[in-house]
């Protein structure tokens, strides 16, 4: 019987990865699949086209290479960012203006500085963020956002928590009050955002959250006297990362929410624009991380050593997530022995590991075989560390119409490592 399972297809081959690690300069690396982002772009933007000016927001956290970020540009999206550092990596692509949505907390002031020189959209996370963006920076400009946190009136997921928990946004309370002193600092157009979920895969629970967001809408509206001009959801839409994972019905979402609008906003003026800031759902699964594997041991259980660690990719480490992990086409999955196995780096830390007690082939783990991690496209390369001296991998993207595979990120060298040191002596210089 075959062990090979759909979500073990991979749209590349050994070969191709071959190709790739050269590029790379070896395992580990990553890959992204340039022309599958793009169709996901585009589908998702079809779903929401009854939306008159629907935007994607990038989340930049989420794969932060400007190639990546002139794709989605390409295809029309803006970019949320969350710090200075995103905010240049979007200015490096040419996206500035409203065309950014600055979506930070706990925000430093040269943060703040450079959303403001950038003309980005500022959404607020704390009501006190106002009175110290006008102290410390200047004018908020013409639009002015605040970060909604529903507390009980919504019920969180296991990354964000329960909104009371979450240190982001602002009570109801505090939005009014917010947007009170919006108006009398002069900002004229207004937006409110939320995000409550993380990888959340339910599209009824975007729905309700939109439902809570629309509600509070009228309610402001009414008791401040603003219009407000566009609501933010965030991002949050998940990805099935284990075989038996639905992916999201994004029909299902905008029909839905399409209701509630239509029913609430029926004799609205004014018009509401929608906008979202996905990270995750649009390049997570259009990333791979590439390794192979190095050493094999047993003791009270199976291990696979690759050459990857939480270092590349800390997900499973940090969340006890499930990564997708296989081979590529060429091996062979027909009448092979299955085993359970766990899939390590070589962290000095227990949880370094991509997979515990995972079902996977025999004849798979032979010495310095590719392994395939999938859904490593957002949140992935991005956390990655460098405990024990790790070296951060390189980045490649892969356009599968052309097979051109180009180098994004070079992967980091010992030199590159020790460059901040401020240490005499020269044994940390050209070093690879
Ligand atoms: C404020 C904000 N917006 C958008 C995102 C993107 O979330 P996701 O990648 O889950 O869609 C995040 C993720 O952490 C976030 O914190």
Redesign the pocket.
């Known amino acids: 019987m075959s062990l090979k399972q759909k979500k073990d297809e991979i749209p590349f081959s050994e070969n191709h990865i071959l190709e790739a690690s050269k590029i790379a300069g070896g395992t580990p690396f990553y890959l992204y699949d340039e022309i599958e982002i793009r169709k996901n772009v585009r589908e998702f933007k079809k779903a929401f086209s009854w939306i008159p000016n629907f935007k994607e927001y990038y989340?930049v956290?989420?794969c932060p290479n400007p190639y990546i970020l002139k794709i989605l540009k390409e295809e029309g999206c803006g970019m949320?960012c969350?710090s200075l550092g995103e905010l240049v990596l979007s200015e490096a692509v040419e996206i500035v203006g409203e065309n950014i949505m600055f979506?930070s907390n706990n925000t430093p002031v040269e943060d703040f500085k450079k959303a403001q020189k950038l003309g980005a959209i500022i959404n607020f996370d704390d009501i006190k963020h106002i009175d110290f963006f006008q102290k410390q920076v200047g004018n908020i400009g013409f639009i002015g956002c605040c970060r909604y946190n529903p507390g009980d009136a919504k019920k969180g997921n296991p990354i964000i928590g329960n909104p009371k928990d979450a240190k982001?946004g602002m009570t109801k309370e505090q939005l009014f009050k917010a947007y009170k002193i919006l108006k009398k600092s002069g900002v004229t157009r207004f937006g409110i955002h939320t995000?409550v979920a993380?990888?959340e895969l339910d599209p009824m629970y975007f729905v309700e959250t939109a439902k809570i967001l629309f509600e509070t809408v009228i309610e402001i509206e009414e008791k401040v006297g603003i219009t407000f001009e566009f609501v933010n959801l965030?991002?949050?839409?998940g990805i099935p990362y284990k075989p038996e994972d639905k992916k999201v019905d994004l029909n299902i979402i905008s029909s839905e929410m399409k209701k509630v609008y239509d029913q609430l906003f029926k004799d609205r003026k004014n018009p509401l624009n929608i906008v979202m800031?996905?990270?995750?759902?649009i390049t997570?699964p259009y990333g791979y991380l590439i390794t192979a594997i190095k050493h094999k041991k047993h003791t009270y259980k199976n291990y696979i050593g690759v050459d990857a660690s939480m270092a590349d990719l800390m997900r499973p480490g940090m969340y006890d997530t499930y990564h997708h992990i296989s081979f590529p086409q060429s091996t062979q999955y027909v009448d092979e022995q299955e085993g359970i196995f766990d899939i390590t780096g070589s962290l000095c830390e227990n949880n370094d590991k991509f997979a515990i007690d995972r079902k996977l082939p025999y004849i798979g783990f032979k010495i310095s075989r590719f392994l395939i991690i999938h859904d490593a496209g957002?949140?992935s390369h991005a956390m990655g560390f460098n405990y024990n001296a790790k070296l951060r991998p390189a980045e490649i993207l892969w356009n599968s119409e052309i097979n051109d595979f180009k180098l994004i990120r070079r992967k980091q060298t010992l030199t590159d490592y020790f460059e901040t040191l401020n240490f005499e002596g020269s044994i940390f210089q050209n070093l690879v």
């Open positions: 989340a956290k989420a949320d969350s979506t982001y995000m993380s990888n965030g991002g949050g839409i800031e996905m990270g995750r759902m997570g957002a949140h």
